[in-house]
């Protein structure tokens, strides 16, 4: 099986609750494409307005959307009808092959299929900085910061989508997309967010050693990240 990460724009003078909600009642019906084995969709809607604060935009048009699917090949011609319905909800989409890693998987939040899961999901779309080799960037990050996400953010889910190829001609450049639950009051408190709730002290030494990690990995000025709502469709 291939994993396709797909990122959707809404098209413009659409209002975005009423964007997401033809989302959540239109991709279901992808499940009947063959080929397609299993699908998420994660999508900025009136759910995640507290977490607004947390939105970063860097580029010029970050996505609205993201479409998780895994499909028995993912081959241009296998995949072109699910192409297709994407694109008629859409203003753009872009496609990309990735392979996935879940460091945190989550046992015990997970929601019945198409119910939306519990807290939200931060998006982060990453791009590699020019000072770091592919192999280094991917040894900081997986090899290294992994573990300190996981210690010092409340996070209950944690999947890390690295990026073998665009399958779009005219994809925005990304590396990887991360995906990380929290529980919904991280949304407004970071405190909770970062596993600190009532403990100060706690609270900025986990501030400090996170953002001390990402920067080995990360140019913050080219950073995109989007509080979502998830979506399982089909485990």
């Known amino acids: 099986m291939e994993k396709v990460i797909y990122l959707l ?5 659409l ?3 009423a964007w997401a909600a033809n989302l959540r009642q239109s991709l279901p019906d992808l499940q009947e494409q063959p080929g397609l084995r299993s699908l998420q969709f994660n999508v900025q809607d009136e759910a995640v307005e507290p977490a607004s604060a947390l939105r970063r935009a860097s580029s010029i048009a970050p996505p609205d959307a993201l479409v998780q699917i895994w499909f ?3 081959i241009q011609a296998l995949r072109a009808s699910t192409d297709e319905s994407l694109a008629r909800h859409a203003s753009r989409i872009a496609a990309y092959l990735v392979t996935e890693s ?3 998987v989550n046992h015990h939040r997970r929601s019945r299929p198409g119910v939306r899961t519990e807290g939200f999901a931060q998006l982060a779309l990453l791009k590699r900085p020019a000072r770091l080799t592919p192999a280094q960037w991917l040894d900081i990050w997986q090899n290294r910061h992994t573990r300190i996400a996981i210690e010092t953010q409340s996070t209950f889910e944690y999947i890390q989508n690295l990026v073998v190829r665009a399958l779009s001609a005219d994809a925005p450049h990304y590396d990887a997309f991360v995906e990380e639950c929290f529980p919904a009051a991280a949304m407004s408190d970071p ?3 970062f596993d600190a709730p009532g403990d100060p002290e706690k609270f900025q030494r986990n501030l400090d050693r996170m953002m001390e990690s990402v920067q080995r990995f990360i140019d913050m000025d080219a950073l995109d990240v989007l509080p979502t709502s998830q979506y399982r469709i089909s485990p």
């Open 102 to 104: 879940q460091p945190l």
């Open 15 to 17: 209002d975005a609750g």
């Open 9 to 13: 724009w809404r098209p413009s003078g």
């Open 191 to 193: 405190y909770v967010f």
């Open 72 to 74: 028995d090949s993912a």
